[in-house]
T-cell receptor, first 114, second 111 residues
Framework: GAVVSQHPSWVICKSGTSVKIECRSL??????MFWYRQFPKQSLMLMAT?????????EQGVEKDKFLINHASLTLSTLTVTSAHPEDSSFYIC??????????FGDGTRLSIL | GESVGLHLPTLSVQEGDNSIINCAYS??????FIWYKQESGKGPQFIID?????DKRQGQRVTVLLNKTVKHLSLQIAATQPGDSAVYFC??????????FGTGTRLQVFP
């Protein structure tokens, strides 16, 4: 149980384009989803907290207009990296949990901006 | 605030030996603690968790110990296997859904 699916697993695109990443809870309803960013050989840094039906809460230093988050249902949250540039290249990971902990994670999306 | 650190960036153990990975946290009010395992190119995988009202919890081949006095958390892996090779993160939260992750320890298992 508690499976979180993330799609796509990797994407390469040109600078200036927007990229959408999906995070789905497959076998439970996720009241809260989280988006993290991870640089090579570093830890996970929380970007934002997403609650179904409400606006996401962003961590300090994360541009909300750059990283658009939508949590339209209890099983789906999306992260859109708008006008992506090479410095946005990273490993993006989502997590979700339902009525109780722990958070379960997707397998991440490796984003490369050329 | 909360900061979480790990004592060693890399831990090398021989197959069959026990592994101990340590984690220190700063906020004495932290009340929930989790260990995750992350393999290369994948997301973190839940291993075991513990709440602040406990000081020990056991799973299959794993044990988490919590010492609130010194704000220290450890993960013990019994009879370490090659499949245990990965980066291990502790994560901590205080009265909130948000987790603060430690810097990670790479566990290397050699034959």
């Amino acid at each position: 149980g508690a499976v979180v699916s993330q799609h796509p697993s990797w994407v390469i695109c040109k600078s200036g384009t927007s990229v959408k990443i999906e995070c789905r809870s497959l076998d439970f309803q996720a009241t809260t989803m989280f988006w993290y960013r991870q640089f090579p050989k570093q830890s996970l840094m929380l970007m934002a907290t997403s609650n179904e039906g409400s606006k996401a809460t962003y961590e300090q230093g994360v541009e909300k207009d750059k990283f658009l988050i939508n949590h339209a249902s209890l099983t789906l949250s999306t992260l859109t990296v708008t006008s992506a540039h090479p410095e946005d290249s990273s490993f993006y990971i989502c997590s979700a949990y339902g009525e109780s902990q722990p958070q379960h994670f997707g397998d991440g999306t490796r984003l490369s901006i050329l | 605030g909360e900061s979480v650190g790990l004592h060693l960036p890399t831990l090398s153990v021989q197959e069959g030996d026990n592994s101990i990975i340590n984690c220190a946290y700063s906020n004495s009010a932290s009340d929930y603690f989790i260990w995750y395992k992350q393999e290369s190119g994948k997301g973190p995988q839940f291993i075991i968790d513990i709440r602040s009202n406990m000081d020990k919890r056991q799973g299959q081949r794993v044990t988490v110990l919590l010492n609130k006095t010194v704000k220290h958390l450890s993960l013990q892996i019994a009879a370490t296997q090659p499949g245990d090779s990965a980066v291990y993160f502790c994560a901590v939260s205080y009265n909130t859904d948000k987790l603060i992750f430690g810097t990670g320890t790479r566990l290397q298992v050699f034959p």
